[in-house]
């Protein structure tokens, strides 16, 4: 590390500063020309703020046209400009003051290029990070400066990163070792007081106790074949939990919208929370809602806005996957106390190309395992995978069943697999209904005629007594099977669920067992 006397040091901080504020300066000019020649990029580039600009010279002028774009203006032309501005005084002063058109033309028409404008903002990026590295107090060198102008944003993200975790390493390269008794009675006081049991399946009793639920340090992986609903299923049993249990969390969703949640979501408030019926399919046609449907919707949305004061949970779309910048924002979000993360649909990046993606999903996987597992930031993740197409008729369901997947699954610390129960699964009609017989004398009723592939579902009564469940043939139920449990078993016995698809209602029925083929 090299060493400076306090006026040099001084001085140089003052020249690194200048330095900061100029390039900043020119990536915000260049970002700014950008929109002004091409107006239409505010569309594509719409998640640019006043936050990404520090100079407010530049701050103005993208307020000028981001506001304009707002309003519908159809050219942003000199005289439009003056016009918008008209209503905006503030606005129009420091427009006036620092060249106005001329400033908008000179830099538009001469130094900037449309087609570069994503490597201004990486730029910008750049510039600003490093600008808060030094207003926290990091000191930055000259030298240092000189080194990062030729990197990237995310270069330098993972320069800083790598320094970070690697503070201490260099210090020492021996292993700390411990006693197996240390803080043993700290373990068994956890072990008394349930702390080690993790958040609960919403409606799934017997889900949690053999997967001890989703502890923290652990990666829950949940694969399902197209259309089955394993958006769903995380929304109704784990979302839900973190709900019950006030547990902020953060979901990034690259296959569905904001507004799909929006709308799942306000199902299972109306269904689940005020405990009234209201069909999903009912809620997209406004106009044929009866006025008390209309008012719980409404309800159903002051609930929610509840939940947005206690920032309970966050969604994250991700238009293209990259794990680099999931992990980045895991790792944002962890730093702010949240403990609870979901990522659906994880699949391979969007911005990688690799021979073998099943190979570079494993190594995703693995690193995202690496930030949340005890010894490091102790999170629980929830993953949402994408069963073979090939084997949607397949009755038990492996981890073979995802391509790849026995690599990716040695980093979960539970996998699920759900798929339907078929229809030749079901009992021809619902035994319960019969004479009003009990369904363990109508099973063994020499007259009662079985489906071909009909599956037995039972439960427990005390954890001792074994009853059988009817299963509705007219019903939707899912099969769950845990094909990897490092907190228990991997279980022979699949859990049945009862879907009701159209309200947002899952809950536990029992169990069976899927002849393995």
Same mark, same amino acid.
């Given at each position: 590390m090299e060493n400076y006397t306090t006026q040099d040091t001084t001085s140089e901080l003052e020249r690194v500063q200048q330095k900061l504020y100029d390039n900043k300066n020119i990536s915000e000019s260049y970002i700014v020309g950008c929109l002004y020649k091409d107006p239409d990029l505010m569309l594509d580039y719409d998640n640019l703020t006043l936050e990404d600009f520090r100079i407010n010279k530049w701050k103005v002028y993208f307020e000028i046209i981001k506001g304009m774009k707002n309003e519908k203006f159809e050219h942003i032309d000199e005289?439009?400009?003056?016009?918008?501005?008209?209503?905006? /005084?503030? /606005?129009?002063?420091?427009?006036d003051n620092t060249g106005g058109w001329e400033t908008i033309q000179l830099l538009a028409n001469e130094y900037v290029n449309p087609d570069n404008i994503e490597s201004y $903002?990486?730029? !910008? =990026?750049?510039?600003e990070a490093l600008y808060r590295k030094m207003e926290s107090g990091q000191y930055i060198s000259e030298k240092q400066l000189a080194s990062f102008t030729d990197l990237t944003y995310d270069q330098i993200y993972d320069?800083? @990163?790598?320094?970070? =975790? =690697?503070?201490?390493?260099?210090?020492? =390269?021996? /292993?700390?070792?411990?006693? /197996?008794? @240390? !803080?043993? @009675?700290e373990t068994i006081q956890k072990l008394f007081n349930d702390e080690m049991v993790g958040l609960p399946y919403y409606n799934m009793p017997f889900l949690t106790q053999l997967t001890n639920g989703c502890s923290l340090g @652990?990666?829950?992986g949940l694969g399902a074949p197209t259309g089955v609903g394993k958006s769903t299923f995380m929304r109704n049993v784990y979302i839900t939990s973190l709900i019950n249990y006030g547990e902020p969390a953060v979901i990034f969703i690259n296959e569905e919208s904001c507004q799909k949640w929006q709308i799942e979501f306000i199902a299972w408030v109306v269904n689940n929370i005020f405990k009234k019926e209201l069909p999903k399919a009912k809620m997209k046609y406004g106009s044929a809602l009866t006025e008390e449907q209309k008012n719980l919707i409404l309800q159903a949305g002051e609930w929610l806005k509840q939940m947005k004061q206690n920032h309970l949970i966050t969604i994250v779309p991700v238009d293209v996957f990259n794990c680099k910048e999931v992990i980045r924002k895991i790792k944002q979000y962890a730093s702010k106390g949240i403990k609870y993360f979901a990522i659906d649909t994880f699949k391979e990046d969007g911005t990688e190309f690799q021979d073998n993606e099943w190979e570079l999903l494993r190594k995703n996987m693995t690193n995202i395992y690496d930030v949340i597992k005890p010894e490091n930031k102790n999170l629980h993740i929830f993953c949402t995978l994408q069963l073979r197409t090939s084997d949607v008729r397949q009755r038990y369901l492996t981890k073979d069943n995802t391509a790849g997947s026995k690599a990716m699954a040695n980093v979960?610390?539970?996998?699920?697999? $759900?798929?339907?129960?078929?229809d030749d699964e079901k009992p021809l009609e619902n035994p319960a209904l019969q004479e009003g017989k009990a369904l363990a004398d109508i099973k063994a009723d020499a007259g009662y005629k079985r489906n071909k592939n009909e599956l037995d579902v039972v439960t427990l009564i005390d954890d001792k007594h074994?009853?059988?469940v009817a299963i509705d043939p007219q019903k939707d139920y899912l099969l769950v099977f845990i094909v990897k449990n490092r907190n228990g078993e991997a279980e022979k016995r699949q859990i049945v669920i009862e879907a009701d698809y159209s309200r947002n209602i899952f809950k536990e029925v029992g169990y069976t067992s899927v002849p393995f083929n």
């Open positions: 005289l439009e400009i003056n016009l918008y501005l008209e209503k905006h /005084l503030k /606005l129009k002063e420091v427009y $903002i990486d730029n !910008n =990026n750049k510039w320069y800083f @990163d790598y320094c970070n =975790n =690697n503070a201490f390493v260099k210090a020492s =390269n021996n /292993l700390k070792g411990y006693d /197996l008794a @240390d !803080n043993i @009675d @652990d990666i829950t979960m610390s539970v996998y699920l697999m $759900i798929r339907r129960m078929f074994i009853v059988p």
